[in-house]
């Protein structure tokens, strides 16, 4: 049974003064990751924190400064440690995601091939990142086609600063 809350909400109302997510690119940190298996290979989310400095932003126009403090999610990041023969390309993405967080892979050998670990969240938690944040739509369990919004693409943040941690365990303040 629920429990009343008095609020009555007039139907007819416009949502005009609702804020909606301008697509683009933020200053960002790294909050949580999420791995999953699936098939043998790994699916990788990683969240982000909208930074402070976005505060003062404005996207196409439209001043952008509530969405500091909110926490959006990446699509998925395959890795496949197998990979069939001339399928090595498949997790070119993963390295160059998780480089642009801050991962330092190393190299192999001196061919200049790349020894490629699984990350993990210590790796990367906390890190600056400019976070590419767009629209994505999916189809729901029930056959609805939805939207969401996304983090579609991680960059470097160069002069960004590494959050500490008590600033990832703090409350996010809305």
Same mark, same amino acid.
């Given at each position: 049974?629920? /429990?009343?809350?008095?609020?009555?909400? &007039?139907?007819?109302? $416009? !949502?005009?003064?609702?804020?909606?997510?301008?697509?683009?690119?933020?200053?960002?940190?790294?909050? %949580?990751?999420? #791995?999953?298996?699936?098939? @043998? $290979?790994?699916?990788? %989310?990683?969240?982000?924190?909208?930074?402070?400095?976005? =505060?003062?932003?404005?996207?196409?126009?439209?001043?952008? @400064?509530?969405?500091? @403090?909110?926490?959006?999610?990446? /699509?998925?990041?395959?890795? %496949?440690?197998?990979?069939?023969?001339?399928?090595?390309? =498949?997790?070119?993405?993963?390295?160059?995601?998780? #480089?642009?967080?801050?991962?330092?892979?190393?190299?192999?050998?001196?061919? @200049?091939?790349? =020894?490629?670990?699984?990350?993990?969240?210590? &790796?990367?938690?906390?890190?600056?990142?400019?976070?590419?944040?767009?629209?994505?739509?999916? #189809?729901?369990?029930?056959?609805?086609?939805?939207? /969401?919004?996304?983090?579609?693409?991680?960059?470097?943040?160069?002069?960004?600063?590494?959050?500490?941690? &008590?600033?990832?365990?703090? !409350?996010?303040?809305?």
């Amino acid at each position: 049974m629920m /429990k009343p809350t008095g609020l009555e909400l &007039d139907a007819s109302i $416009s !949502d005009k003064g609702s804020q909606t997510v301008v697509p683009g690119v933020y200053p960002a940190h790294i909050t %949580n990751l999420r #791995t999953h298996e699936y098939n @043998g $290979s790994y699916v990788f %989310n990683t969240s982000v924190r909208i930074a402070d400095e976005a =505060k003062k932003m404005k996207v196409d126009g439209d001043n952008v @400064g509530w969405m500091s @403090g909110r926490e959006y999610v990446s /699509k998925g990041i395959w890795l %496949n440690p197998n990979p069939a023969e001339g399928q090595e390309w =498949k997790n070119k993405r993963y390295l160059e995601w998780f #480089t642009n967080c801050g991962v330092d892979f190393e190299s192999a050998n001196t061919d @200049g091939n790349i =020894k490629v670990d699984q990350v993990e969240e210590n &790796d990367i938690l906390g890190k600056p990142i400019f976070a590419k944040l767009g629209k994505a739509t999916y #189809t729901d369990r029930d056959g609805e086609e939805k939207q /969401k919004v996304e983090v579609s693409a991680v960059l470097p943040w160069e002069d960004g600063k590494p959050l500490s941690e &008590d600033e990832l365990n703090s !409350d996010v303040p809305f």
